[in-house]
């Protein structure tokens, strides 16, 4: 019933910049946090940045000062500008969000995953 869709990932030179994208779809009721974690081949998936509800962030250490989370609660999107690239960021790309579904076989809020977006930094 809840879908969340990534785009905007890609190829791109160490140093450029990608904007992320991610929609939530579906019966919907509310949205709390969202957020972004990547995982690169071999390693853990990573919290890369959240935002509550009411902008409020919070980012990785390695990441902080080069990304951007942000949303459109309006829209159901979440965003995550990713500038001054490096390549050790290249990984695939996952959204999550915090939902409390219109309708379900049970009650409360649950996590929703996208699919991932392959971010790719060349050196």
């Known amino acids: 019933q809840v879908q969340l869709v990534e785009s905007g990932g890609g190829l791109v030179q160490a140093g450029g910049s990608l904007r992320l994208s991610c929609v939530a779809s579906?019966?919907?009721?509310?949205?709390?946090?969202m957020g972004w974690y990547r995982q690169a081949p071999g390693k853990q998936r990573e919290l890369v940045a959240t935002?509550?509800?009411?902008?409020?962030?919070n980012y990785a250490d390695s990441v902080k000062g080069r990304f951007t989370i942000s949303r459109d609660n309006a829209k159901n999107t979440v965003y995550l500008q990713m500038n001054s690239l490096k390549s050790e960021d290249t990984a695939v790309y996952y959204c999550?969000?915090?939902?409390?579904?219109?309708?379900?076989?049970?009650?409360?809020?649950?996590?929703?995953w996208g699919q991932g977006t392959q971010v790719t930094v060349s050196a």
């Open positions: 579906g019966s919907i009721f509310g949205i709390n946090a």
């Open positions: 999550n969000a915090q939902v409390l579904p219109a309708w379900g076989p049970t009650p409360g809020i649950r996590p929703y």
């Open positions: 935002i509550a509800i009411g902008g409020s962030t």
